[in-house]
C-alpha cells in the first residue's frame, strides 16, 4: 500500500506569509494525526481527525493554525500569518483504530 | 519532566556491539512505540508493545509496565543502524502520541 505523503517537503516563507502543508493519508486510515518538532525539542502532538472530524486539536498552539480534513481524506494544516517560531518539521501520520502508524517524511517549514 | 524520559541521549558504539536505548515514562499507557528516524528521512514505526518482549531481526523491544520502563535492544549493530531512536507512549481513546526526545545512534564502523 501506499504510505503517507507529505508536501511540500520543504518550505521557506518570510514571516507574515501564509504557507499550506498537505498530507495524504495512506487510504482506509480513519485517524490522521498531525504533530511537529522544533528545533531541540521532541516531536509534539497538534491535533487528530477521525474521518472528518476533529477528535483532538488541544496542541494546536494558537488561532494561526487551521487544520482541516476534507471528505474524511486528505489534510491540510495551514498557517496564517507565519511566525518565526512556527518553524520546525511538521509530521503527519495516519493509523487505523490502534494497529500502529504510518507516519509521513514530514514538511521542513522555515520562516525567515 | 517531561512524560517520557529516555537515555541516552547520544550514543557512540563500534559496529557489533550489543546496544541498549532506555525510555522511562511517567504516565498510564496503552501502548508504547519505538520509532526510528534516519537523518533527513521520515519517522519509520518499529515497534508498538503493551506488554512482554518483541522480536524483529537484530531489534529487540522490552517493556515493564508495572516499572513503566521499556528497553530496545539492537544486537550486533551496523553503521546502517545509526539514526535517531524514539520513544513515544499512547494512552487512552485517541491514541495521540507523548514523544522523548531521542536518543542519537552512531555505529562506527
Known amino acids: 500500500e501506499a504510505g503517507v505523503t507529505q508536501f511540500p517537503s520543504h518550505s521557506v516563507i518570510e514571516k507574515g506569509q501564509t504557507v499550506t502543508l498537505r498530507c495524504d493519508p495512506i487510504s482506509g486510515h480513519d485517524n490522521l494525526y498531525w504533530y511537529r518538532r522544533v528545533m531541540g525539542k521532541e516531536i509534539k502532538f497538534l491535533l487528530h481527525f477521525v474521518k472528518e472530524s476533529k477528535q483532538d486539536e488541544s496542541g494546536m498552539p494558537n488561532n494561526r493554525f487551521l487544520a482541516e480534513r476534507t471528505g474524511g481524506t486528505y489534510s491540510t494544516l495551514k498557517v496564517q500569518p507565519a511566525e518565526l517560531e512556527d518553524s520546525g518539521v511538521y509530521f503527519c501520520a495516519s493509523s487505523r483504530e490502534n494497529y500502529g502508524y504510518t507516519f509521513g517524511s514530514g514538511t521542513r517549514l522555515t520562516v525567515v | 519532566k517531561n512524560e517520557v524520559e529516555q537515555s541516552p541521549q547520544n550514543l557512540t558504539a563500534q559496529e557489533g556491539e550489543f546496544i541498549t536505548i532506555n525510555c522511562s515514562y511517567s504516565?498510564?499507557?496503552?501502548?508504547l512505540h519505538w520509532l526510528q528516524q534516519h537523518p533527513g528521512g521520515g519517522i519509520v514505526s518499529l515497534f508498538m508493545l503493551s506488554s512482554g518482549k518483541k522480536k524483529h531481526g537484530r531489534l529487540i523491544a522490552t517493556i515493564n509496565i508495572q516499572e513503566k520502563h521499556s528497553s530496545l535492544h539492537i544486537t550486533a549493530s551496523h553503521p546502517r543502524d545509526s539514526a535517531v531512536y524514539i520513544c513515544a507512549v499512547s494512552g487512552g481513546s485517541n491514541y495521540k502520541l507523548t514523544f522523548g526526545k531521542g536518543t542519537l545512534l552512531t555505529v562506527n564502523p
Open positions: 504516565v498510564g499507557i496503552s501502548a
